[in-house]
């Protein structure tokens, strides 16, 4: 069996998976609820933890801000909530990186912001390296009360970018 042709097969199969994932977020405040009938045509996949996630909102995320693969999740027994992402465009995401943007996250419930944390020896828990295009980021909320529980949605904002509606798992 000649391995270029099924290294060429599998980096494209890769390569659509990728694209099918998208940016892995729900619809943003206003859109129709999980339950609700989609639009004719649209379509609503499941991410790997079973959360539906709109193709539209996907593909949204990944041309206005360069990123996919959106996943925010209760850590340290919900102490934390950890959002990781995927670069698709460095210079529309570099926002997310740009150690002058404080990111926070908002509940929408409560309305509460949550800041990334600064460790006196550590620094703030969050990746502030020049994004590259293909390489997955992550940065850490505090969640004092643990007052974000999985299922909960929640937006990520940076300076002028907002990622909104995504859920906690």
Do not use: C
């Not at 379509?43 to 709109?54: D, E, H, I, N, Q």
């Not at 027994?77 to 529309?92: I, M, N, Q, T």
């Amino acid at each position: 069996m000649n391995s270029k042709p099924t290294a060429m097969f599998l980096a494209g199969l890769l390569a659509t998976s990728l694209l099918a994932a998208g940016a892995l977020a729900q619809s943003p405040p206003g859109a129709p609820a999980l339950g609700a009938a989609a639009a004719p045509g649209a379509k609503v996949l499941a991410s790997p933890t079973g959360v539906p996630r709109s193709q539209k909102a996907m593909r949204y995320f990944a041309l206005r801000y360069g990123v996919d693969h959106l996943q925010v999740r209760s850590v340290s027994s919900g102490a934390s909530l950890e959002f990781r992402y995927r670069v698709l465009d460095a210079e529309k995401a570099k926002i997310l990186n740009d150690k002058r943007a404080a990111p926070y996250l908002i509940d929408w419930k409560s309305g509460a912001k949550l800041t990334v944390p600064t460790m006196e020896k550590i620094g703030a828990l969050r990746q502030v390296a020049t994004p590259e295009p293909g390489h997955d980021y992550w940065m850490v909320f505090s969640n004092p009360g643990k007052l974000v529980k999985p299922g909960d949605r929640v937006d990520v904002a940076a300076g002028s970018l907002r990622l909104e509606g995504l859920i906690v798992e």
